[in-house]
């Protein structure tokens, strides 16, 4: 009787403290997110901006938004956008083109390649280093990691 | 964390089979001298000077003895009955008065990815070295019982190839290697062997690593460390069972006191 409770709560405590693979539950992702605000207000103040396009130049095939290549974009306006990395590189560029000026923002990032389960595909995750531009009046770092559950802004530009 | 509940399971239920089949035993003829010695000086002080009395202090036997040298049968189950794993594993350890210095060194080589889409690949040599204190010291047939810390470094590399599907980049090819990792570590071993037959021994060694650290990382992290496990896991638990054989010199006297 006791030896068999004892197998009981063996068996048990190996199966309890297996670990749950689920490949899908991705902790990281592979954008920044960019919140705009006001560079001249007292409080802060989100700016909702409306860009002809958003995209990498070195990548120039791919473009995040444009409501010029895009005809069925019905409203292009943003107060926020994501800015995805290239795992292969540590530096990214991209533009904002408006009808009068064309903002550049510099994105430095460490990437990370990780095995998490030997039964699910490798995942990048990212660290951002540091973001500057020419044009906007100042970017502020908020939350360096890509994270799928942060709850801030990565980056804020104020312009 | 795979696997290690059921090695501790094993691990526990060969301890205590080899300890009933092996130390209680042996060690019955211990435990009589030392009742016959307790109950024939039951009439001396318990000072120090009547324990000395009991338990006079043997003079230590530094000189080695021995050389086992012990090969991992399970590495090598391994290699033949897994596809993408490759091991050995060499032991080697001697005799200094009741202590032992053990050496162990092992290769470790494995795949990983098959049919998930990517590929990934270790290879490396591991070694261990560190002492070891023989609880069995009043048994002369070649039983031990052995309880250690040791130091483990691996030296080792990897590879990965896989493509990613970008939602703005596209599909592309990544490749990714670490040339020149170093891991160190410190383990706690226990070693329980006895002689079958002639100077064939054989036994296991249960070994908890702790410590875990990994140099020259790049951008990818490692998967599996050799001789250590899985790099996910900061601990680990292994047990290697070995078939030996010891090169004795001469007899060591037994290290109790002098009669």
Redesign the interface.
């Known amino acids: 009787m006791r030896n068999g409770f004892i197998l009981i709560l063996?068996l048990w405590?190996?199966v309890s403290?297996?670990?749950i693979k689920d490949c899908e539950l991705e902790t990281s992702r592979?954008?920044a997110i960019v919140g705009f605000y006001e560079s001249d207000s007292v409080e802060k103040e989100v700016k909702t901006v409306a860009f002809a396009k958003v995209y990498a130049p070195d990548?120039d095939?791919?473009y995040?938004i444009s409501s010029t290549s895009d005809t069925t974009l019905t409203d292009d306006t943003i107060s926020a956008t994501g800015l995805?990395l290239?795992?292969?590189a540590e530096t990214i560029d991209y533009l904002f083109e408006t009808d009068s000026i064309n903002y550049s923002l510099t994105i430095e990032y460490t990437?990370?390649?990780?095995?998490?389960y030997?039964?699910?595909?490798?995942v990048?995750s990212y660290k951002i280093d540091t973001a500057y531009s020419n044009e906007f009046d100042s970017v502020a770092i908020i939350y360096r990691p890509l994270g799928e559950f942060q709850t801030t802004y990565n980056l804020e530009v104020y312009f | 964390m795979k696997g290690i509940q059921l090695h501790i399971v094993l691990v526990a239920a060969l301890i205590v089979l080899s300890w009933k089949s092996v130390a209680q035993g042996r060690l019955s003829g211990a435990a009589n001298q030392f009742s016959q010695r307790s109950s024939s000086s039951s009439n001396t002080e318990r000072t120090p000077q009547g324990i000395k009395e009991i338990f006079p202090p043997r003079e230590r036997d530094w000189k080695p003895s021995m050389l086992r040298i012990s090969y991992d049968a399970i590495a090598g189950g391994v290699s033949v009955f897994d596809d993408y794993k490759r091991r050995t594993g060499f032991q080697a350890a001697m005799d200094f008065d009741q202590y032992f210095l053990a050496v162990e060194y092992g290769t470790e080589s494995s795949e990983r990815g098959d049919g998930f889409g990517y590929q990934y690949e270790a290879q490396g040599n591991y070694f261990s070295v560190g002492p070891e204190v023989n609880l069995l010291k009043n048994v002369t047939d070649g039983s031990i019982l052995t309880f250690g810390l040791r130091y483990g470094q691996a030296n080792f590399s990897d590879q990965l190839t896989f493509s990613v599907d970008s939602t703005f980049f596209g599909d592309y090819d990544v490749s990714a290697a670490n040339p020149d990792l170093i891991a160190r570590w410190m383990e706690m071993t226990m070693h329980l062997s006895t002689e079958v037959w002639k100077n064939l021994t054989v036994g296991y060694t249960v070994r908890y690593k702790v410590a875990r650290k990994v140099k020259n990382i790049g951008v990818m992290a490692p998967y599996d460390v050799p001789g250590f496990g899985l790099y996910e896991d900061n601990t680990g638990v292994r047990l290697n069972f070995y078939i030996g054989w010891v090169f004795r010199w001469r007899e060591k006297e037994l290290l109790e006191e002098k009669k």
Do not use: A, K
Request: aromatic share 28%; glycine share 4%.
């Open positions: 063996g405590s190996v403290c297996q670990e592979d954008y990548y095939d791919y995040y995805y290239y795992s292969e990437p990370h390649l990780r095995i998490y030997d039964e699910c595909d490798p990048y």
